[in-house]
T-cell receptor, first 113, second 115 residues
Framework: AQSVTQLDSQVPVFEEAPVELRCNYSSSVSVYLFWYVQYPNQGLQLLLKYLSGSTLVKGINGFEAEFNKSQTSFHLRKPSVHISDTAEYFCAVSENYGQNFVFGPGTRLSVLP | GAVVSQHPSWVICKSGTSVKIECRSLDFQATTMFWYRQFPKQSLMLMATSNEGSKATYEQGVEKDKFLINHASLTLSTLTVTSAHPEDSSFYIC???????????FGPGTRLLVL
């Protein structure tokens, strides 16, 4: 069975600083990987996804993530964060092409002025 | 594109009443819809998967008689929380998927408070 770990429950960072949100997964088969962002009292918005091909994936709002198969990781990065990036970020894994999403516990990114 | 709406966004009800939550795909046809539950400061937990025109598949531990799911059309799924109790208070989020596509598109969520 697949599982997702997000080691950092909270990440405080100053505005314009770089940030990395970590995601590790376990699965016995090939997976599809996603990052979603959730603003307070809202649903989830897709940031980016990895299906196949280039391991570096670029998403919306200046975010990017790199798939590392040997380390079973899919860390999310942004070179310079803004106050508006303050939100909850969820990493998700799917073994079954869009079905059976398993979400990590989430990382709360707080961007400080 | 790929917009999913939910109605209502907020609902407060008395214990023992039933509440219906609607999930609609506005600009695409969703062959599969998913219902999740999210407790405060926690991740999303899948409750059930529904395919248009067939019975929903519930995750282990989710009471199918309490959480009734109907997916009558390619753009609408409903979740009815029957005889709601305070412990059912939560944030309910639906998502929708187009056949043969890998991405789920999420609705804005419905916050249910049972008094």
């Amino acid at each position: 069975a697949q599982s997702v770990t997000q080691l950092d429950s909270q990440v405080p960072v100053f505005e314009e600083a770089p940030v990395e949100l970590r995601c590790n997964y376990s699965s016995s088969v090939s997976v599809y990987l996603f990052w979603y962002v959730q603003y307070p009292n809202q649903g989830l918005q897709l940031l980016l996804k990895y299906l196949s091909g280039s391991t570096l994936v670029k998403g919306i709002n200046g975010f990017e993530a790199e798939f590392n198969k040997s380390q079973t990781s899919f860390h999310l990065r942004k070179p310079s964060v803004h106050i508006s990036d303050t939100a909850e970020y969820f990493c998700a894994v799917s073994e079954n092409y869009g079905q059976n999403f398993v979400f990590g516990p989430g990382t709360r990114l707080s961007v400080l002025p | 594109g790929a917009v999913v709406s939910q109605h209502p966004s907020w609902v407060i009800c008395k214990s023992g009443t039933s509440v219906k939550i609607e999930c609609r795909s506005l600009d695409f046809q969703a062959t599969t819809m998913f219902w999740y539950r999210q407790f405060p400061k926690q991740s999303l937990m899948l409750m059930a998967t529904s395919n248009e025109g067939s019975k929903a598949t519930y995750e282990q531990g989710v009471e199918k008689d309490k959480f009734l799911i109907n997916h009558a059309s390619l753009t609408l799924s409903t979740l009815t929380v029957t005889s709601a109790h305070p412990e059912d208070s939560s944030f309910y989020i639906c998502s929708a998927r187009v056949a043969a596509q890998e991405t789920q598109y999420f609705g804005p969520g419905t916050r249910l408070l049972v008094l």
